[in-house]
């Protein structure tokens, strides 16, 4: 079983990256805040791999962070949740805010994810409240004193949600929030994350 693979990036072809490992080319598949954040081809990257294998063949699926691996593997335990239904939470959820949405019972966040419907959405934070997932820590409303405020919203995912405001894809939105938050850095405010975010779409 592959657990993680170093190399080269040789080629990007929508949803999966090829990358080259002393000769031997590995295609694994990937989501598009990963897709996102990865190199150009001819650079090298490190990817947390889950490997799947099925009646029709092995398949890779890579991540940045083995906290992302580990919610992909952890979102597949429920049922009704396949690879591409996990990969999608995870585009726009990052691991603590997967655990921020399940702790207050938001269903309709989770439903934001491409192909999630609302009664998956519903499985999908009851099977994850109060659960340990990787990256992120415990919410348990019922303990705490605050506990009928809204957790705190990322800046990233504040700028993607004024994105959406605007009728951009989701899938869009995060991958150009991503490449402007790197370029920006964390210091920067959200109107000039959303800023430039929106040159991103434009380039």
């Given amino acids: 079983m592959i657990g993680r693979l ?18 031997v080319g590995y295609l694994v598949r990937c989501g598009a805040r990963t897709m996102s954040r990865l190199p150009a081809p001819g650079e090298t990257v490190t990817l947390q791999i889950e490997t799947q294998t099925r009646e029709d063949g092995t398949r890779l ?3 940045l962070t083995r906290d992302d691996r580990g919610c992909f593997v952890a ?8 690879p ?6 995870l585009d726009i959820l990052s ?6 949405a399940a702790a207050r019972d938001d269903k309709a966040m989770v439903a934001r994810a491409n192909g999630v419907g609302p009664k998956l959405a519903q499985r999908i934070v ?13 919410f348990d409303p ?15 995912g504040e700028a993607v949600a004024a994105l959406l405001g605007l009728g951009i894809a989701e899938a ?3 991958r150009a929030v991503d490449a402007a938050d790197q370029r920006l850095g964390e210091d920067a405010s959200l109107a000039a994350l959303i800023k430039a975010a929106l040159q991103e779409l434009g380039r």
């Fill in 172 to 174: 869009n939105a995060r």
């Fill in 84 to 89: 591409k239904a996990a990969l999608s939470v």
């Fill in 142 to 156: 019922t303990t705490s004193t605050s506990r009928r405020a809204p957790l705190p919203v990322s800046r990233t």
């Fill in 6 to 23: 170093r190399g080269e990036v040789a080629e990007i072809d929508g949803e999966d990256v090829l990358i080259d490992v002393h000769g």
């Fill in 95 to 100: 691991p603590s805010e997967l655990a921020a």
């Fill in 61 to 63: 699926f890579g991540f």
């Fill in 126 to 138: 009851t099977e994850l409240k109060g659960k340990v997932l990787p990256g992120a820590a415990t």
């Fill in 75 to 82: 979102l597949q335990a429920i049922q009704g949740v396949g």
